[in-house]
């Protein structure tokens, strides 16, 4: 039998439109937190996913991971709630026991996860340094942001699958931007950009993806103080914006915008 979580939780975020009042908003905003992924009594992989169908998930995994070759392969399967996230502790038959070490030797960082090199839930806290800015960005100039944010997917255009991170001043001005297909890594382009030209006076990002843990964990490592994002957050996303002082508008659109986090009152 499965052992689930909860995959949605419920928030009331704030509306905002490009002209009126700010108001609130219901949403159910997908969960995300760490599962580790334990073979045989060694950590092999952190993943922030659902928590959902996890032997499903575990399964799948073990077969594109090439640790086996069939569901059979498997002598238990037992995913149990921790106080980081969940743990999935799995056994396999004894003559694959050893896929697990030459996979490890060989792995490297795919595209949809960004904690995917980590082996253990008590990787997952790294050290925020500092708090962010308050940002200086009034509305008008994120919804002039939005209207330019095609002109920078240079690559995107001729692909139609890539995500971009873009860097913009307090009036919305483009000043610098990343592609990549792995929307971490897009991001991950942009910081570096910004850390060997600090004279870019960077006052948010705007990233065309959802907006999951990594990419606000980032976002604060590069000390902004306005993440948007135009798709939707996560619930890992919002609690850790919220805990560190990031400013945090999600699903942002021409028409409106939502606000997950605003500690300096930009937008009352």
């Known amino acids: 039998m499965s052992v689930d979580a909860e995959p949605t939780r419920p928030l009331t975020l704030l509306r905002l ?5 700010v108001g609130p908003v219901a949403r159910e905003v997908a969960v995300e937190c ?3 992924i334990e073979i045989d009594g060694f950590g092999y992989a952190v993943m922030m996913m659902t928590p959902a169908r996890l032997e499903d998930f575990a399964t799948g995994f073990l077969l594109t991971e090439r640790l086996i070759d069939a569901p059979n392969d498997i002598l238990a399967i037992e995913p149990f709630a921790a106080e980081a996230g969940w743990i999935v502790r799995v056994s396999l038959a004894g003559h694959l026991r050893g896929r697990m070490q030459d996979r490890v030797r060989h792995r490297t960082s795919d595209t949809s996860c ?6 253990g839930l008590e990787q997952i806290a790294r050290p925020v340094t500092r708090r962010p800015p308050a940002p200086r960005v009034r509305p008008a100039a ?3 942001t939005l209207a330019d944010v095609r002109t920078n997917q240079p690559l995107n255009a001729r692909t139609g699958a ?3 991170a873009m860097a913009c001043d307090s009036a919305g001005r483009m000043l610098a931007a990343a592609e990549d297909v792995g929307r971490h890594n897009a991001l991950d382009k942009l910081i570096g ?12 990002i705007l990233v065309t993806s959802r907006i999951s843990y990594e990419m606000v964990d980032k976002a604060l490592v590069a000390g902004v103080g306005l993440l948007v994002g135009i798709s939707a957050p996560t619930s890992l996303a919002i609690d850790h914006a919220r805990a560190h002082g990031l400013t945090l508008i999600a699903l942002a659109r021409a028409d409106a915008m939502l606000i997950a986090h605003d500690p300096h009152h930009l937008f009352d």
């Open 114 to 119: 960004g904690l995917c090199g980590l082996s």
């Open 162 to 164: 890539v995500h971009a």
């Open 142 to 144: 994120l919804f002039a």
């Open 193 to 204: 950009r910004l850390a060997v030209e600090p004279e870019l006076p960077a006052d948010f």
């Open 17 to 21: 439109p490009p002209e009126g009042p």
């Open 34 to 36: 760490p599962v580790a």
